[in-house]
């Protein structure tokens, strides 16, 4: 249908200050409520809610026929509600519109979920249609507040001197940590363009160009395994910057975050934020992204624990403990049994004390003095549950760390946002399954002493660091490497040829010859800071268009089938036979 008339208003926009006017709303029927000699219809746009009422027979008969969630047309007087009869919760509550005419500009059939905002459909049904889902007011906020904080990002760091540089997405398929996903190339068969997994390569050849301060809303592509807080395709706020130190790049992204909870959420971040060291985030959380709201602390006990007659402990080289404040039941405990094991942890010991006494699990196999040195040590209250893991370092502390995070859960939310940053990581671990050296995070990340790499690889410190918010890891960034001497040293190590070297990153090599200037930088997730801020769990409610666990998109239905002509014209063969 074409429009009759051209829309005056939106329908949050009206107000007392209205009333009187003749105005021309438009949007989608919310809600409608006949009462017989009147009819109210809720009119519905992005703006807001505006009721429309109309006591014209025609009108009445006309809008009973139009059903919920059809796009209309209302024309009429602005007219205020009776005294007491307002809804101040919405932006036009105090104001109604009496219609002279209302028309149909496109009829919805019935939705396959109510559209509201506390939606009871599944999330399948919501991405499928995922144009409905949109319409309800909380999806509608979350993507209004991501474009309203992708501005606040803009600005600041415009405000800076940094430079948007936009880089490509169709890249080169490197080892960066995840799989890519490879797209066939028609000009030259055989060969295959990758989607860039993070910009990591182009920036830092962006620095060696002379652009000292750059930044973009990079697009991602990771071809991984999928939770909550990932997604096959999501956007990072990507940073570089020349002639830094790590204490350069953590005052502006603490500013930046300090501008955008304050821009974005009115809400006032202390800053600077805490820093921590990797060992001490493990050994005090468990992991090295902690939510350090919380007390809760891991401890270690291992001298203690080897004075009783337990021969786990005995027998095991570290032994760690974490208290909970309150007495476990048994499917409690067997609970905290499989989360231990999921973190690959061989089983978890316990022992309970209250009535100034420790009681059950293994409290049989300690005297009295080691009972006592015990409880000093792990400052315990009345009552408690002591949980002990034993074995490898990180072993331990990984599966106590899960058991911290499983607790917090059932502690009362806190609206407080603790920021921190962990850092001094490990260069490289040792893969037992690959037999070789591999890096913590990703090959560019320069040694806090290089000469490390000569001895023993294993001691040597990363200028790597991460961003933590209340237990998520918001982003990592780096000091780079900036010469190919060093950037090659660390590349033998990880086991890549020459030959390997030069196909995967030859053109980064190159440009470290050019007068690569000392830089580094960091990748923020842009949905998890957003997820964090609105308090969700899923990054997907603040992505307008997101996939699946496993990557399907449910409205396009994809991914989907090529016909064979188009395979042919890519040189691709399938072999039905492995599928």
């Given at each position: 249908?074409?429009?009759?008339?051209?829309?005056?208003?939106?329908?949050?926009?009206?107000?007392?200050?209205?009333?009187?006017?003749?105005?021309?709303?438009?949007?989608?029927?919310?809600?409608?409520?006949?009462?017989?000699?009147?009819?109210?219809?809720?009119?519905?746009?992005?703006?807001?809610i505006?009721?429309?009422?109309?006591?014209?027979?025609?009108?009445?008969?006309?809008?009973?026929?139009?059903?919920?969630?059809?796009?209309?047309?209302?024309?009429?007087?602005?007219?205020?509600?009776?005294?007491?009869?307002?809804?101040?919760?919405?932006?036009?509550g105090?104001?109604?519109?009496?219609?002279?005419?209302i028309?149909?500009?496109?009829?919805?059939?019935?939705?396959?979920?109510?559209?509201?905002?506390?939606?009871?459909?599944k999330?399948?049904?919501?991405?499928?249609?995922?144009?409905?889902?949109?319409?309800?007011?909380?999806?509608?906020?979350?993507?209004?507040?991501?474009?309203?904080?992708?501005?606040?990002?803009?600005?600041?760091?415009?405000?800076?001197?940094?430079?948007?540089?936009?880089?490509?997405?169709?890249?080169?398929?490197?080892?960066?940590?995840?799989?890519?996903?490879?797209?066939?190339?028609?000009?030259?068969?055989?060969?295959?363009?990758?989607?860039?997994?993070?910009?990591?390569?182009?920036?830092?050849?962006?620095?060696?160009?002379?652009?000292?301060?750059?930044y973009?809303?990079?697009?991602?592509?990771?071809?991984?395994?999928?939770?909550?807080?990932?997604?096959?395709?999501?956007?990072?706020?990507?940073?570089?910057?020349?002639?830094?130190?790590?204490?350069?790049?953590?005052?502006?992204?603490?500013?930046?975050?300090?501008?955008?909870?304050?821009?974005?959420?009115?809400?006032?971040?202390?800053?600077?934020?805490?820093?921590?060291?990797?060992?001490?985030?493990m050994?005090?959380?468990?992991?090295?992204?902690?939510?350090?709201?919380?007390?809760?602390?891991?401890?270690?006990?291992?001298?203690?624990?080897?004075?009783?007659?337990?021969?786990?402990?005995n027998?095991a080289?570290?032994?760690?403990?974490?208290?909970?404040?309150?007495?476990?039941?048994?499917?409690?405990?067997?609970?905290?049994?499989?989360?231990?094991?999921?973190?690959?942890?061989?089983?978890?010991?316990?022992?309970?004390?209250?009535?100034?006494?420790?009681?059950?699990?293994?409290?049989?196999?300690?005297?009295?003095?080691?009972?006592?040195?015990?409880?000093?040590?792990?400052?315990?209250?009345?009552?408690?549950?002591?949980?002990?893991?034993?074995?490898g370092?990180?072993?331990?502390?990984?599966?106590l760390?899960?058991?911290?995070?499983?607790?917090?859960?059932?502690?009362?939310?806190?609206?407080?946002f603790?920021?921190?940053?962990?850092?001094?990581?490990?260069?490289?671990?040792?893969?037992?399954?690959?037999?070789?050296?591999?890096?913590?995070?990703?090959?560019?990340?320069?040694p806090?002493?290089?000469?490390?790499?000569?001895?023993?690889?294993?001691?040597?410190?990363?200028?790597?660091?991460?961003?933590?918010?209340?237990?998520?890891?918001?982003?990592?960034?780096?000091?780079?490497?900036?010469?190919?001497?060093?950037?090659?040293?660390?590349?033998?190590?990880?086991?890549?040829?020459?030959?390997?070297?030069?196909?995967?990153?030859?053109?980064?090599?190159?440009?470290?010859?050019?007068?690569?200037?000392?830089?580094?930088?960091?990748?923020?997730?842009?949905?998890?800071?957003?997820?964090?801020?609105?308090?969700?769990?899923?990054?997907?409610?603040?992505?307008?268009?997101?996939?699946?666990?496993?990557?399907?998109?449910?409205?396009?239905?994809?991914?989907?089938?090529?016909?064979?002509?188009?395979?042919?014209?890519?040189?691709?063969?399938?072999?039905?036979?492995?599928?």
């Amino acid at each position: 249908m074409c429009l009759k008339h051209k829309r005056t208003h939106t329908c949050g926009e009206l107000s007392e200050a209205d009333v009187g006017k003749i105005v021309t709303l438009m949007g989608w029927i919310d809600s409608l409520r006949d009462h017989g000699a009147i009819l109210f219809l809720n009119l519905r746009d992005r703006y807001g809610i505006t009721q429309i009422v109309a006591k014209d027979e025609e009108l009445k008969a006309k809008a009973r026929r139009f059903g919920h969630e059809s796009v209309i047309s209302a024309i009429g007087e602005v007219v205020r509600r009776p005294r007491g009869m307002e809804k101040r919760e919405l932006s036009a509550g105090t104001i109604d519109v009496g219609a002279t005419e209302i028309n149909l500009i496109s009829k919805s059939k019935v939705p396959p979920f109510v559209i509201t905002d506390e939606v009871k459909a599944k999330d399948e049904l919501r991405l499928k249609y995922r144009y409905l889902d949109l319409r309800r007011k909380p999806m509608q906020e979350a993507i209004i507040f991501r474009s309203q904080a992708a501005q606040v990002v803009r600005n600041y760091l415009n405000n800076l001197g940094f430079l948007e540089i936009e880089t490509p997405i169709l890249a080169k398929s490197t080892p960066e940590g995840a799989r890519d996903f490879l797209v066939p190339s028609r000009n030259h068969p055989g060969k295959f363009y990758a989607l860039a997994q993070s910009p990591q390569l182009y920036k830092q050849v962006l620095m060696v160009a002379g652009f000292d301060r750059y930044y973009q809303l990079a697009k991602c592509f990771r071809d991984e395994d999928q939770r909550g807080d990932r997604q096959p395709e999501h956007t990072q706020i990507d940073i570089e910057m020349s002639f830094v130190t790590e204490e350069d790049i953590f005052e502006v992204v603490e500013g930046l975050m300090r501008e955008l909870f304050k821009k974005a959420l009115d809400t006032e971040i202390k800053t600077p934020f805490k820093q921590i060291t990797h060992k001490e985030a493990m050994e005090n959380y468990g992991t090295d992204k902690p939510d350090t709201r919380f007390g809760l602390l891991i401890k270690d006990i291992t001298q203690i624990a080897k004075k009783g007659e337990y021969r786990i402990f005995n027998e095991a080289p570290i032994i760690k403990s974490f208290v909970w404040n309150g007495i476990l039941t048994r499917k409690e405990l067997d609970d905290v049994e499989k989360i231990v094991k999921s973190y690959g942890g061989k089983g978890i010991s316990w022992m309970k004390f209250e009535n100034a006494n420790f009681s059950g699990g293994i409290s049989k196999f300690f005297n009295q003095n080691v009972l006592y040195e015990l409880r000093e040590r792990l400052e315990v209250a009345s009552p408690s549950t002591i949980l002990f893991t034993a074995g490898g370092w990180k072993d331990s502390l990984l599966a106590l760390g899960g058991v911290r995070v499983h607790f917090i859960e059932k502690l009362t939310p806190s609206c407080k946002f603790e920021f921190a940053w962990v850092k001094d990581f490990p260069l490289l671990e040792f893969s037992e399954e690959e037999q070789s050296w591999v890096p913590s995070h990703h090959i560019f990340t320069m040694p806090k002493e290089p000469a490390s790499l000569d001895n023993d690889p294993s001691s040597s410190i990363a200028r790597h660091y991460d961003l933590v918010l209340n237990g998520t890891e918001l982003g990592s960034g780096s000091i780079r490497i900036h010469t190919r001497e060093l950037q090659e040293k660390v590349m033998k190590i990880i086991g890549l040829s020459d030959k390997e070297m030069r196909e995967q990153f030859g053109f980064l090599l190159d440009a470290l010859e050019y007068g690569a200037p000392p830089h580094g930088g960091i990748a923020l997730g842009f949905e998890r800071i957003l997820a964090v801020m609105k308090g969700m769990k899923n990054i997907q409610e603040v992505i307008p268009f997101p996939k699946t666990l496993t990557g399907i998109g449910l409205l396009e239905d994809i991914p989907s089938e090529v016909d064979g002509e188009r395979l042919k014209e890519l040189h691709v063969k399938l072999d039905s036979h492995k599928f």
